[in-house]
């Protein structure tokens, strides 16, 4: 769904009016000030920026006012066919289409050649850092997100997304993977595609690997 530069003037101004309302204390680590001229920018930029802009500014918005309980919910109307989960030594592939199952397992490398390391300082800028288990939650979901990928400057195309990848083989991989409607995706996750050893495998990733003496 597109939004007019209209509907997003509303949104943005239902925010402004409300929630100093409707906040207990909602300038305890941003004035009053601060919040109203951050508002009025935002709502100069919406007559030449695009609704991706708009959602990224007002996440940003919201990490300045340092709450946590004070969350913004949008319902995204496209994702990429990819799902993420964080383990100590990297994010890895968890789930994706069918077709792309040799990705399964895979080690995230980069998107569009900005580094995870990257990426993670991005998206810190839009999502509170304070709870280290929140964040890593909204990270994996941003991270097949082509809104908030695309309003954070990390790929300019409308359609596709590159994602550099290391395989379980040690083997770097980059794949194309396209813009899909929300909800569409038929993801496939390792345990439908493949079986996996009894034991740990040194050249293999442990994760995902059933050991029968833990059951």
Known sequence: QQFTTEQLTEDLHYFRDSLPVRHTNLYAKISPERFS???A????NLKAGRAEDFVIQLWKLNVEIGD?????EYDFPTELPVRFRSFADGIYVVA???EQAGLL????????????????????EVVKPDNAAFFEEAKLRLLYNPWFLKGLSVFPLESAVQF????SLGVSRRVL?????????KLVS????????AYRNPRQYYHWQYLPEAD
Request: aromatic share 0%; net charge negative.
């Open 37 to 39: 001229s951050l508002v």
């Open 41 to 44: 920018a935002m709502e100069e």
């Open 68 to 72: 946590e309980h004070t969350r913004i």
């Open 96 to 98: 994706t289409e069918k």
């Open 105 to 124: 397992l895979a080690r995230l490398d980069s998107i569009n050649g900005i580094s995870v390391s990257m990426l993670d300082k991005r998206i810190k």
């Open 164 to 167: 550099s990848l290391t395989d």
């Open 177 to 185: 993977m396209e813009v899909v409607p929300k909800g569409q995706a």
């Open 190 to 197: 390792p345990a439908q595609v493949t079986t996996m050893p």
